[in-house]
């Protein structure tokens, strides 16, 4: 079964930092680009953060570039998200999500999404 | 970046009966390769989202046939055919042509 596990979420002061961790399971993960998204408390969804399959190649929106980072260890089934300088409107909860293929089209959606961790930025 | 809206952005809903959202981008969506790069996503309350709708058009694995989707360029549209009980929730659309990838408002569905 395909599961995507996140953790590391938790109370963090204005301006440290964080890092939050998703395990993959039941399937081959060096396969898929994977994604993290993050939802404000009441909010909608907002789009934080790629790495390509081989983690050559990462994306960030605008609000995180420069304070966040995100790798992933093949060996491991893992996908990282380094959290620096934190912010209130950093505050949320954090889902990470893999890109779905479909095999003749190329893009297939996020297909697959983590129950999520929650960041609260708070002193 | 690529601006996305949606309308309405609340829909109350009777079950047995047809539903339709409508996704706007700031820009076009369409690739080169004939492909129009919109998701839609259906987010339960206290659930993750879950994909019904990737390209415009193709519905996900698992994804019931009431659900479908149209459009192209900047203009797309989510419908299901007949609401069932288990629809309620809100529902995104996203870009995916660019990143950043963007997400819309949302539209939250409930029933009447």
């Known amino acids: 079964q395909v599961h995507l596990v996140e953790s590391g979420g938790g109370v963090v002061q204005p301006r440290k930092s964080l890092t939050l961790s998703c395990a993959a399971s039941?399937?081959?993960?060096?396969?898929?680009?994977m994604h993290w998204v993050r939802q404000a408390p009441g909010k909608g969804l907002e789009w934080v953060a790629a790495i390509s399959y081989d983690g050559r190649n990462t994306f960030y929106a605008d609000s995180v570039k420069g304070r966040f980072t995100i790798s992933r260890d093949n060996s491991k089934n893992t996908v990282n998200l380094q959290l620096r300088s934190l912010r209130g409107d950093d505050t949320a909860v954090y889902s990470c999500?893999?890109?779905?293929?479909?095999?003749?089209?190329?893009?297939?959606?996020?297909?697959?999404w983590g129950q999520g961790t929650t960041v609260i930025v708070s002193s | 970046d690529f601006v996305m809206t949606q309308s309405p952005l609340s829909l109350p809903v009777t079950p047995g009966e047809p539903a339709s959202i409508s996704c706007r981008s700031s820009?076009?969506?369409?690739?080169?390769?004939?492909?129009?790069?919109v998701d839609w996503y259906l987010q339960r309350p206290g659930q993750p989202p879950k994909l019904l709708i990737f390209?415009?058009?193709y519905r996900a694995s698992g994804v019931p046939d009431r659900f479908s989707g149209s459009g192209s360029g900047t203009d797309f549209t989510l419908k299901i055919s007949s609401v069932e009980a288990e629809d309620v929730g809100t529902y995104f659309c996203?870009?995916?042509?660019?990143?950043?990838?963007?997400f819309g408002p949302g539209t939250k569905v409930d029933l009447k």
């Open positions: 039941g399937f081959t993960f060096a396969d898929y680009p």
């Open positions: 996203m870009q995916a042509l660019q990143t950043p990838f963007t």
């Open positions: 999500a893999r890109e779905g293929g479909d095999i003749s089209i190329g893009y297939g959606g996020i297909d697959v």
């Open positions: 390209l415009g058009s």
């Open positions: 820009q076009s969506l369409l690739n080169s390769n004939g492909y129009n790069y």
